[in-house]
């Protein structure tokens, strides 16, 4: 599992609340991912990180922000939450470099907003 | 239309069956991805191919760069096979970004 994991694993909130979600890695992976899964979409990018302090924005990140302060640690913030913002959201890292890059995943995190 | 896509969305086969799900995408890519998550699970990778033909177990998938298609094969199925499986392609000069397909849902009724 590459040493990822997700905090919380649940989370029901109100609309218009900020939420932060948390993805820490223990290998010093240096890209590091977040998706949100919903059904008859698949997995679509909201933003990634290429290292400390470098991120980037991904297909839906409208209403998302990231941090990266340190190489371990990924926060996807919802600055105010909105009821299409529920969803599975998973954290993933790439491993290796070129042909050798794998993706792989955390376990998720399933938010609702009320 | 979506750049990766799959075939078919849902499958539905007896234990023991050879099954194929399909991949086809119409970027360039360095490499594609097919991944396991089983209902409630998490995302499992199973393969990464830039070329040719990769197995393990009873998984095997394949891909034509030329044709811009790939397909993974389970042999000999079983009910613990029953999962979404996940298609998803790495662009050339895409910084790492993978594009995924919507998944195709397999069930394997014992």
């Known amino acids: 599992d590459a040493g990822i994991t997700q905090s919380p694993r649940h989370k029901v909130t109100e609309t218009g609340t900020p939420v932060t979600l948390r993805c820490h890695q223990t290998e010093n992976h240096r890209y590091m991912y977040w998706y949100r899964q919903d059904p008859g979409h698949g997995l679509r990018l909201i933003h990634y990180s290429y290292g400390v302090k470098d991120t980037d924005k991904g297909e839906v990140s409208d209403g998302y922000s990231v941090s990266r302060s340190k190489t371990e640690d990924f926060l996807l913030t919802l600055e105010s939450a909105t009821s299409s913002q529920t969803s599975v959201y998973f954290c993933?890292?790439?491993?290796?470099?070129?042909?050798?890059?794998?993706?792989?995943f955390g376990p998720g995190t399933r938010l609702t907003v009320l | 239309k979506n750049e990766v896509e799959q075939s078919p969305q849902n499958l539905t086969a007896q234990e023991g069956e050879f099954i194929t799900i399909n991949c086809s995408y119409s970027?360039?890519?360095?490499?594609l991805h097919w991944l396991q998550q089983h209902p409630g699970g998490g995302i499992v990778s199973l393969f990464m191919?830039?070329?040719g033909k990769k197995k393990h177990g009873r998984l095997i998938a394949t891909i034509n760069i030329q044709e811009k298609h790939s397909s993974l094969h389970i042999t000999a199925s079983h009910p613990r096979d029953s999962a979404v499986y996940i298609c998803?392609?790495?662009?050339?000069?895409?910084?790492?970004?993978?594009?995924f397909g919507t998944g195709t849902r397999l069930t394997i009724i014992p």
């Open positions: 993933a890292i790439s491993a290796g470099q070129g042909a050798r890059n794998e993706q792989f």
């Open positions: 998803a392609v790495r662009r050339n000069f895409g910084n790492e970004k993978l594009t």
């Open positions: 970027v360039g890519i360095s490499a």
């Open positions: 191919l830039s070329s």
